[in-house]
């Protein structure tokens, strides 16, 4: 069963809990919120075409053993750079702090590769230790080519060794993450 804790505007209000956590990250309009539905087999994440929607910390508890995490996207959104900043300043005390996390997936747009952004979070993962896990979404849409980008997991030590490909549409690659969490 799952179950919406709710929307948290900051980590210090997030329920102290023994569930190991699973967060999805990415830049805004990457699809995170239709990744979660497909992972989890039932609409529970608002989807949106506009970006920057999430806007919290948005958690799902199943079957009181597991915890999915939504985090607001970086990148594109339209909001404040006093906004944008302080959504910077909340990711980075989740993923540092938090410690039932067990993997933050960071979901790259297969279309587009990997932006600045998302390298710059790699990195950070990978300087503080954060196991981390590439999902390349949207993979049913048309990729233009030589745009996709490499990325190297020997380059990147906390990273998880294989990049899982997905599409929410066509369900392809989400047993792969299923797996990861440990859900079937």
């Not at 915890?67 to 594109?76: E, F, N, Q, R, W």
């Not at 949207?138 to 990729?143: G, M």
Request: net charge positive; with cysteine.
């Amino acid at each position: 069963m799952i179950k919406f804790v709710g929307g948290f505007d900051r980590v210090c209000d997030l329920p102290n809990t023994q569930f190991a956590e699973y967060a999805f990250a990415g830049r805004s309009n990457v699809g995170k919120s239709s990744l979660i539905n497909a992972v989890l087999g039932q609409s529970v994440a608002r989807t949106s075409n506009t970006p920057g929607r999430t806007q919290t910390i948005n958690m799902f508890n199943l079957d009181d053993r597991v915890m999915i995490v939504d985090l607001p996207g970086y990148g594109y959104a339209r909001v404040s750079k006093e906004n944008a900043d302080m959504w910077l300043l909340r990711f980075q005390e989740y993923i540092t702090a938090r410690r039932q996390l067990r993997c933050l997936f960071v979901l790259i747009d297969s279309r587009i590769g990997p932006r600045d952004s998302d390298l710059e979070l790699m990195h950070f993962c990978d300087l503080n230790g954060i196991a981390y896990q590439v999902v390349y979404t949207k993979k049913d849409k048309k990729i233009r080519e030589n745009e996709q980008g490499i990325i190297n997991p020997n380059e990147h030590p906390a990273m998880a060794g294989e990049i899982i490909e997905t599409s929410s549409a066509k369900k392809t690659g989400i047993d792969k993450v299923r797996a990861r969490i440990g859900i079937k």
